[in-house]
């Protein structure tokens, strides 16, 4: 039992208020073993109303269990061209990847401080690396030579990631180190 901070953004939050539901720093019940998904399903927000979530600051999938205090961020499809780069938001296209097509081609991008590495010559002009697989985002940085401890935040098909996830064809990583700013 808890509470969590919920805060819906852009078009979203314009829904949410004409249904009179709180979208504002709202203080919102938690119960044990809630996720995500519950609190917006209890919130009439369904999957289609959103492109990203994101939990105390990092995008998570929608089956991320929730704790006391935890601050909760709903982004609808739609929100501005540099915001999504940014953020990590690409839609997925729903193209099924084969599995047995060998090699894969990977789409990385490496932001602020990492963009150098970008220039290894593995990479072609599209920003995309190619491997055997089976692979994961950490055979990507190692290729190219990205040291690990610069790395804070992974991002695999707009989706927060580990170093370890695994890597199928037309996969798109970000990757970003820390970052300060206000």
Same mark, same amino acid.
């Given at each position: ?64 269990? $929730? ?17 999504? $780069? ?66 804070? $935040? ?29």
């Amino acid at each position: 039992m808890g509470n969590v901070l919920f805060n819906a953004f852009s078009f979203l939050q314009k829904k949410l208020k004409a249904q009179d539901i709180p979208c504002v720093n709202a203080v919102l019940d938690l119960k044990d073993g809630q996720r995500v998904k519950d609190i917006l399903d209890g919130l009439g927000i369904t999957p289609q109303d959103i492109e990203g979530v994101f939990v105390n600051g990092k995008i998570a999938p929608l089956d991320t269990p $929730l704790h006391d205090g935890d601050r909760i961020a709903a982004l609808p499809p739609g929100t501005p061209g540099p915001y999504r $780069l940014l953020l990590g938001l690409v839609s997925s296209p729903d193209k099924k990847s084969d599995k047995k097509k060998d090699p894969i081609k990977i789409e990385i991008r490496l932001f602020a401080s990492l963009a150098p590495y970008a220039n290894h010559g593995d990479m072609d002009s599209d920003g995309c690396l190619s491997f055997k697989a089976p692979a994961t985002i950490r055979d990507a940085i190692q290729r190219l030579g990205v040291p690990e401890q610069e790395i804070k $935040l992974v991002f695999l098909n707009g989706v927060g990631a580990s170093l370890d996830s695994s890597l199928k064809d037309r996969d798109r990583v970000g990757i970003f180190p820390p970052i300060g700013g206000g």
